[in-house]
C-alpha cells in the first residue's frame, strides 16, 4: 500500500476483493503483561476512520501476496485466516507470524540501502512519497486527503470530508502509477517538508 501508517496492523478480513475497498479502523497497541503488539479497534482521530476504494492493480497484487503468504505459512504449520496479518515477521522475543514492528523494517530497509547504495529510507518516508507523488501528479486534494486521513482544512466541512467519492480515490492509485510508470516522480526521504501546495502535515 501508499502509507505505511495502517498497513502494519491490516488483516486480511479488512480488504473486501469483491468490492475492492480497505477497511481502516484498527491500530497496534503494547499488551503491558505479554509485551506483544495487540490488534484493537480505534485510530489516532477521528479522520483515520476510513475506507479505501483501490484500483484494480493494487488489488491483483493484494491477491496475489495471499497466495504466496499462505504457501509460506503453510511451512510454518500455520493456517492462513481471514485474521492473518498481511505482513508478518518472526520476532525473536515473540516467536513467528508477529505483526511489523517498525524497528525491524528499518533495519531491512538499511540493508536495502546498504546493497543497492539507495538514499535514507524509512516507513514514513513511503507514506510522504505517495502523498508528494499525488499532488506532484496533480490529483484531487480533497480526495488525497481522505485517502491518508488528513483533517479537513478551511472551509471543507467534516461530512463531505467523510464521504469521497470512491471512483475519485480510485482514480488516485491510477494516476500516481502511471506517473511513476513514466519515470516523473522521485522516492521521499521521509523528512518533514512542506509541499508548497498543501498546508496540511502527512
Not at 525491524?104 to 507514506?127: A, C, D, I, S
Not at 501528479?137 to 483533517?151: D, P, R
Not at 467519492?165 to 523528512?191: C, D, I, P, W, Y
Amino acid at each position: 500500500m501508499n502509507i505505511y501508517k495502517g498497513v502494519d496492523n491490516q488483516v486480511w478480513k479488512d480488504i473486501d476483493f469483491r468490492t475492492g475497498i480497505v477497511d481502516l479502523s484498527h491500530r497496534l497497541e503494547k499488551d503491558s503483561q505479554s509485551g506483544k503488539m495487540m490488534r484493537v479497534r480505534g485510530m489516532k482521530n477521528k479522520y483515520c476512520f476510513r475506507y479505501l476504494q483501490l484500483n484494480e492493480s493494487l488489488l491483483k497484487e493484494l491477491c496475489q501476496w495471499k497466495q504466496e503468504q499462505k504457501v509460506l505459512l503453510v511451512k510454518m504449520n500455520i493456517e492462513q485466516t481471514e485474521n492473518q496479518f498481511l505482513f508478518s515477521f518472526t520476532s525473536p522475543k515473540h516467536g513467528v507470524n508477529q505483526p511489523l514492528e517498525r524497528d525491524w523494517l528499518n533495519r531491512k530497509l538499511r540493508k536495502v540501502e546498504q546493497v543497492y547504495n539507495l538514499p535514507h529510507m524509512t516507513p514514513h518516508g513511503f507514506r510522504h512519497t505517495f502523498i508528494s507523488d499525488s499532488l506532484n501528479a496533480g490529483v484531487n486534494q480533497f480526495s488525497l486527503k481522505g485517502i491518508v486521513g488528513h483533517s479537513p482544512v478551511s472551509n471543507v466541512t467534516e461530512h463531505t470530508y467523510g464521504h469521497v467519492n470512491a471512483q475519485a480515490q480510485k482514480s488516485v492509485f491510477e494516476t500516481v502509477e502511471a506517473a511513476r510508470r513514466n519515470g516523473t516522480l522521485m522516492v521521499h526521504s521521509g523528512k518533514k517538508e512542506k509541499h508548497p501546495a498543501s498546508k496540511t502535515s502527512a
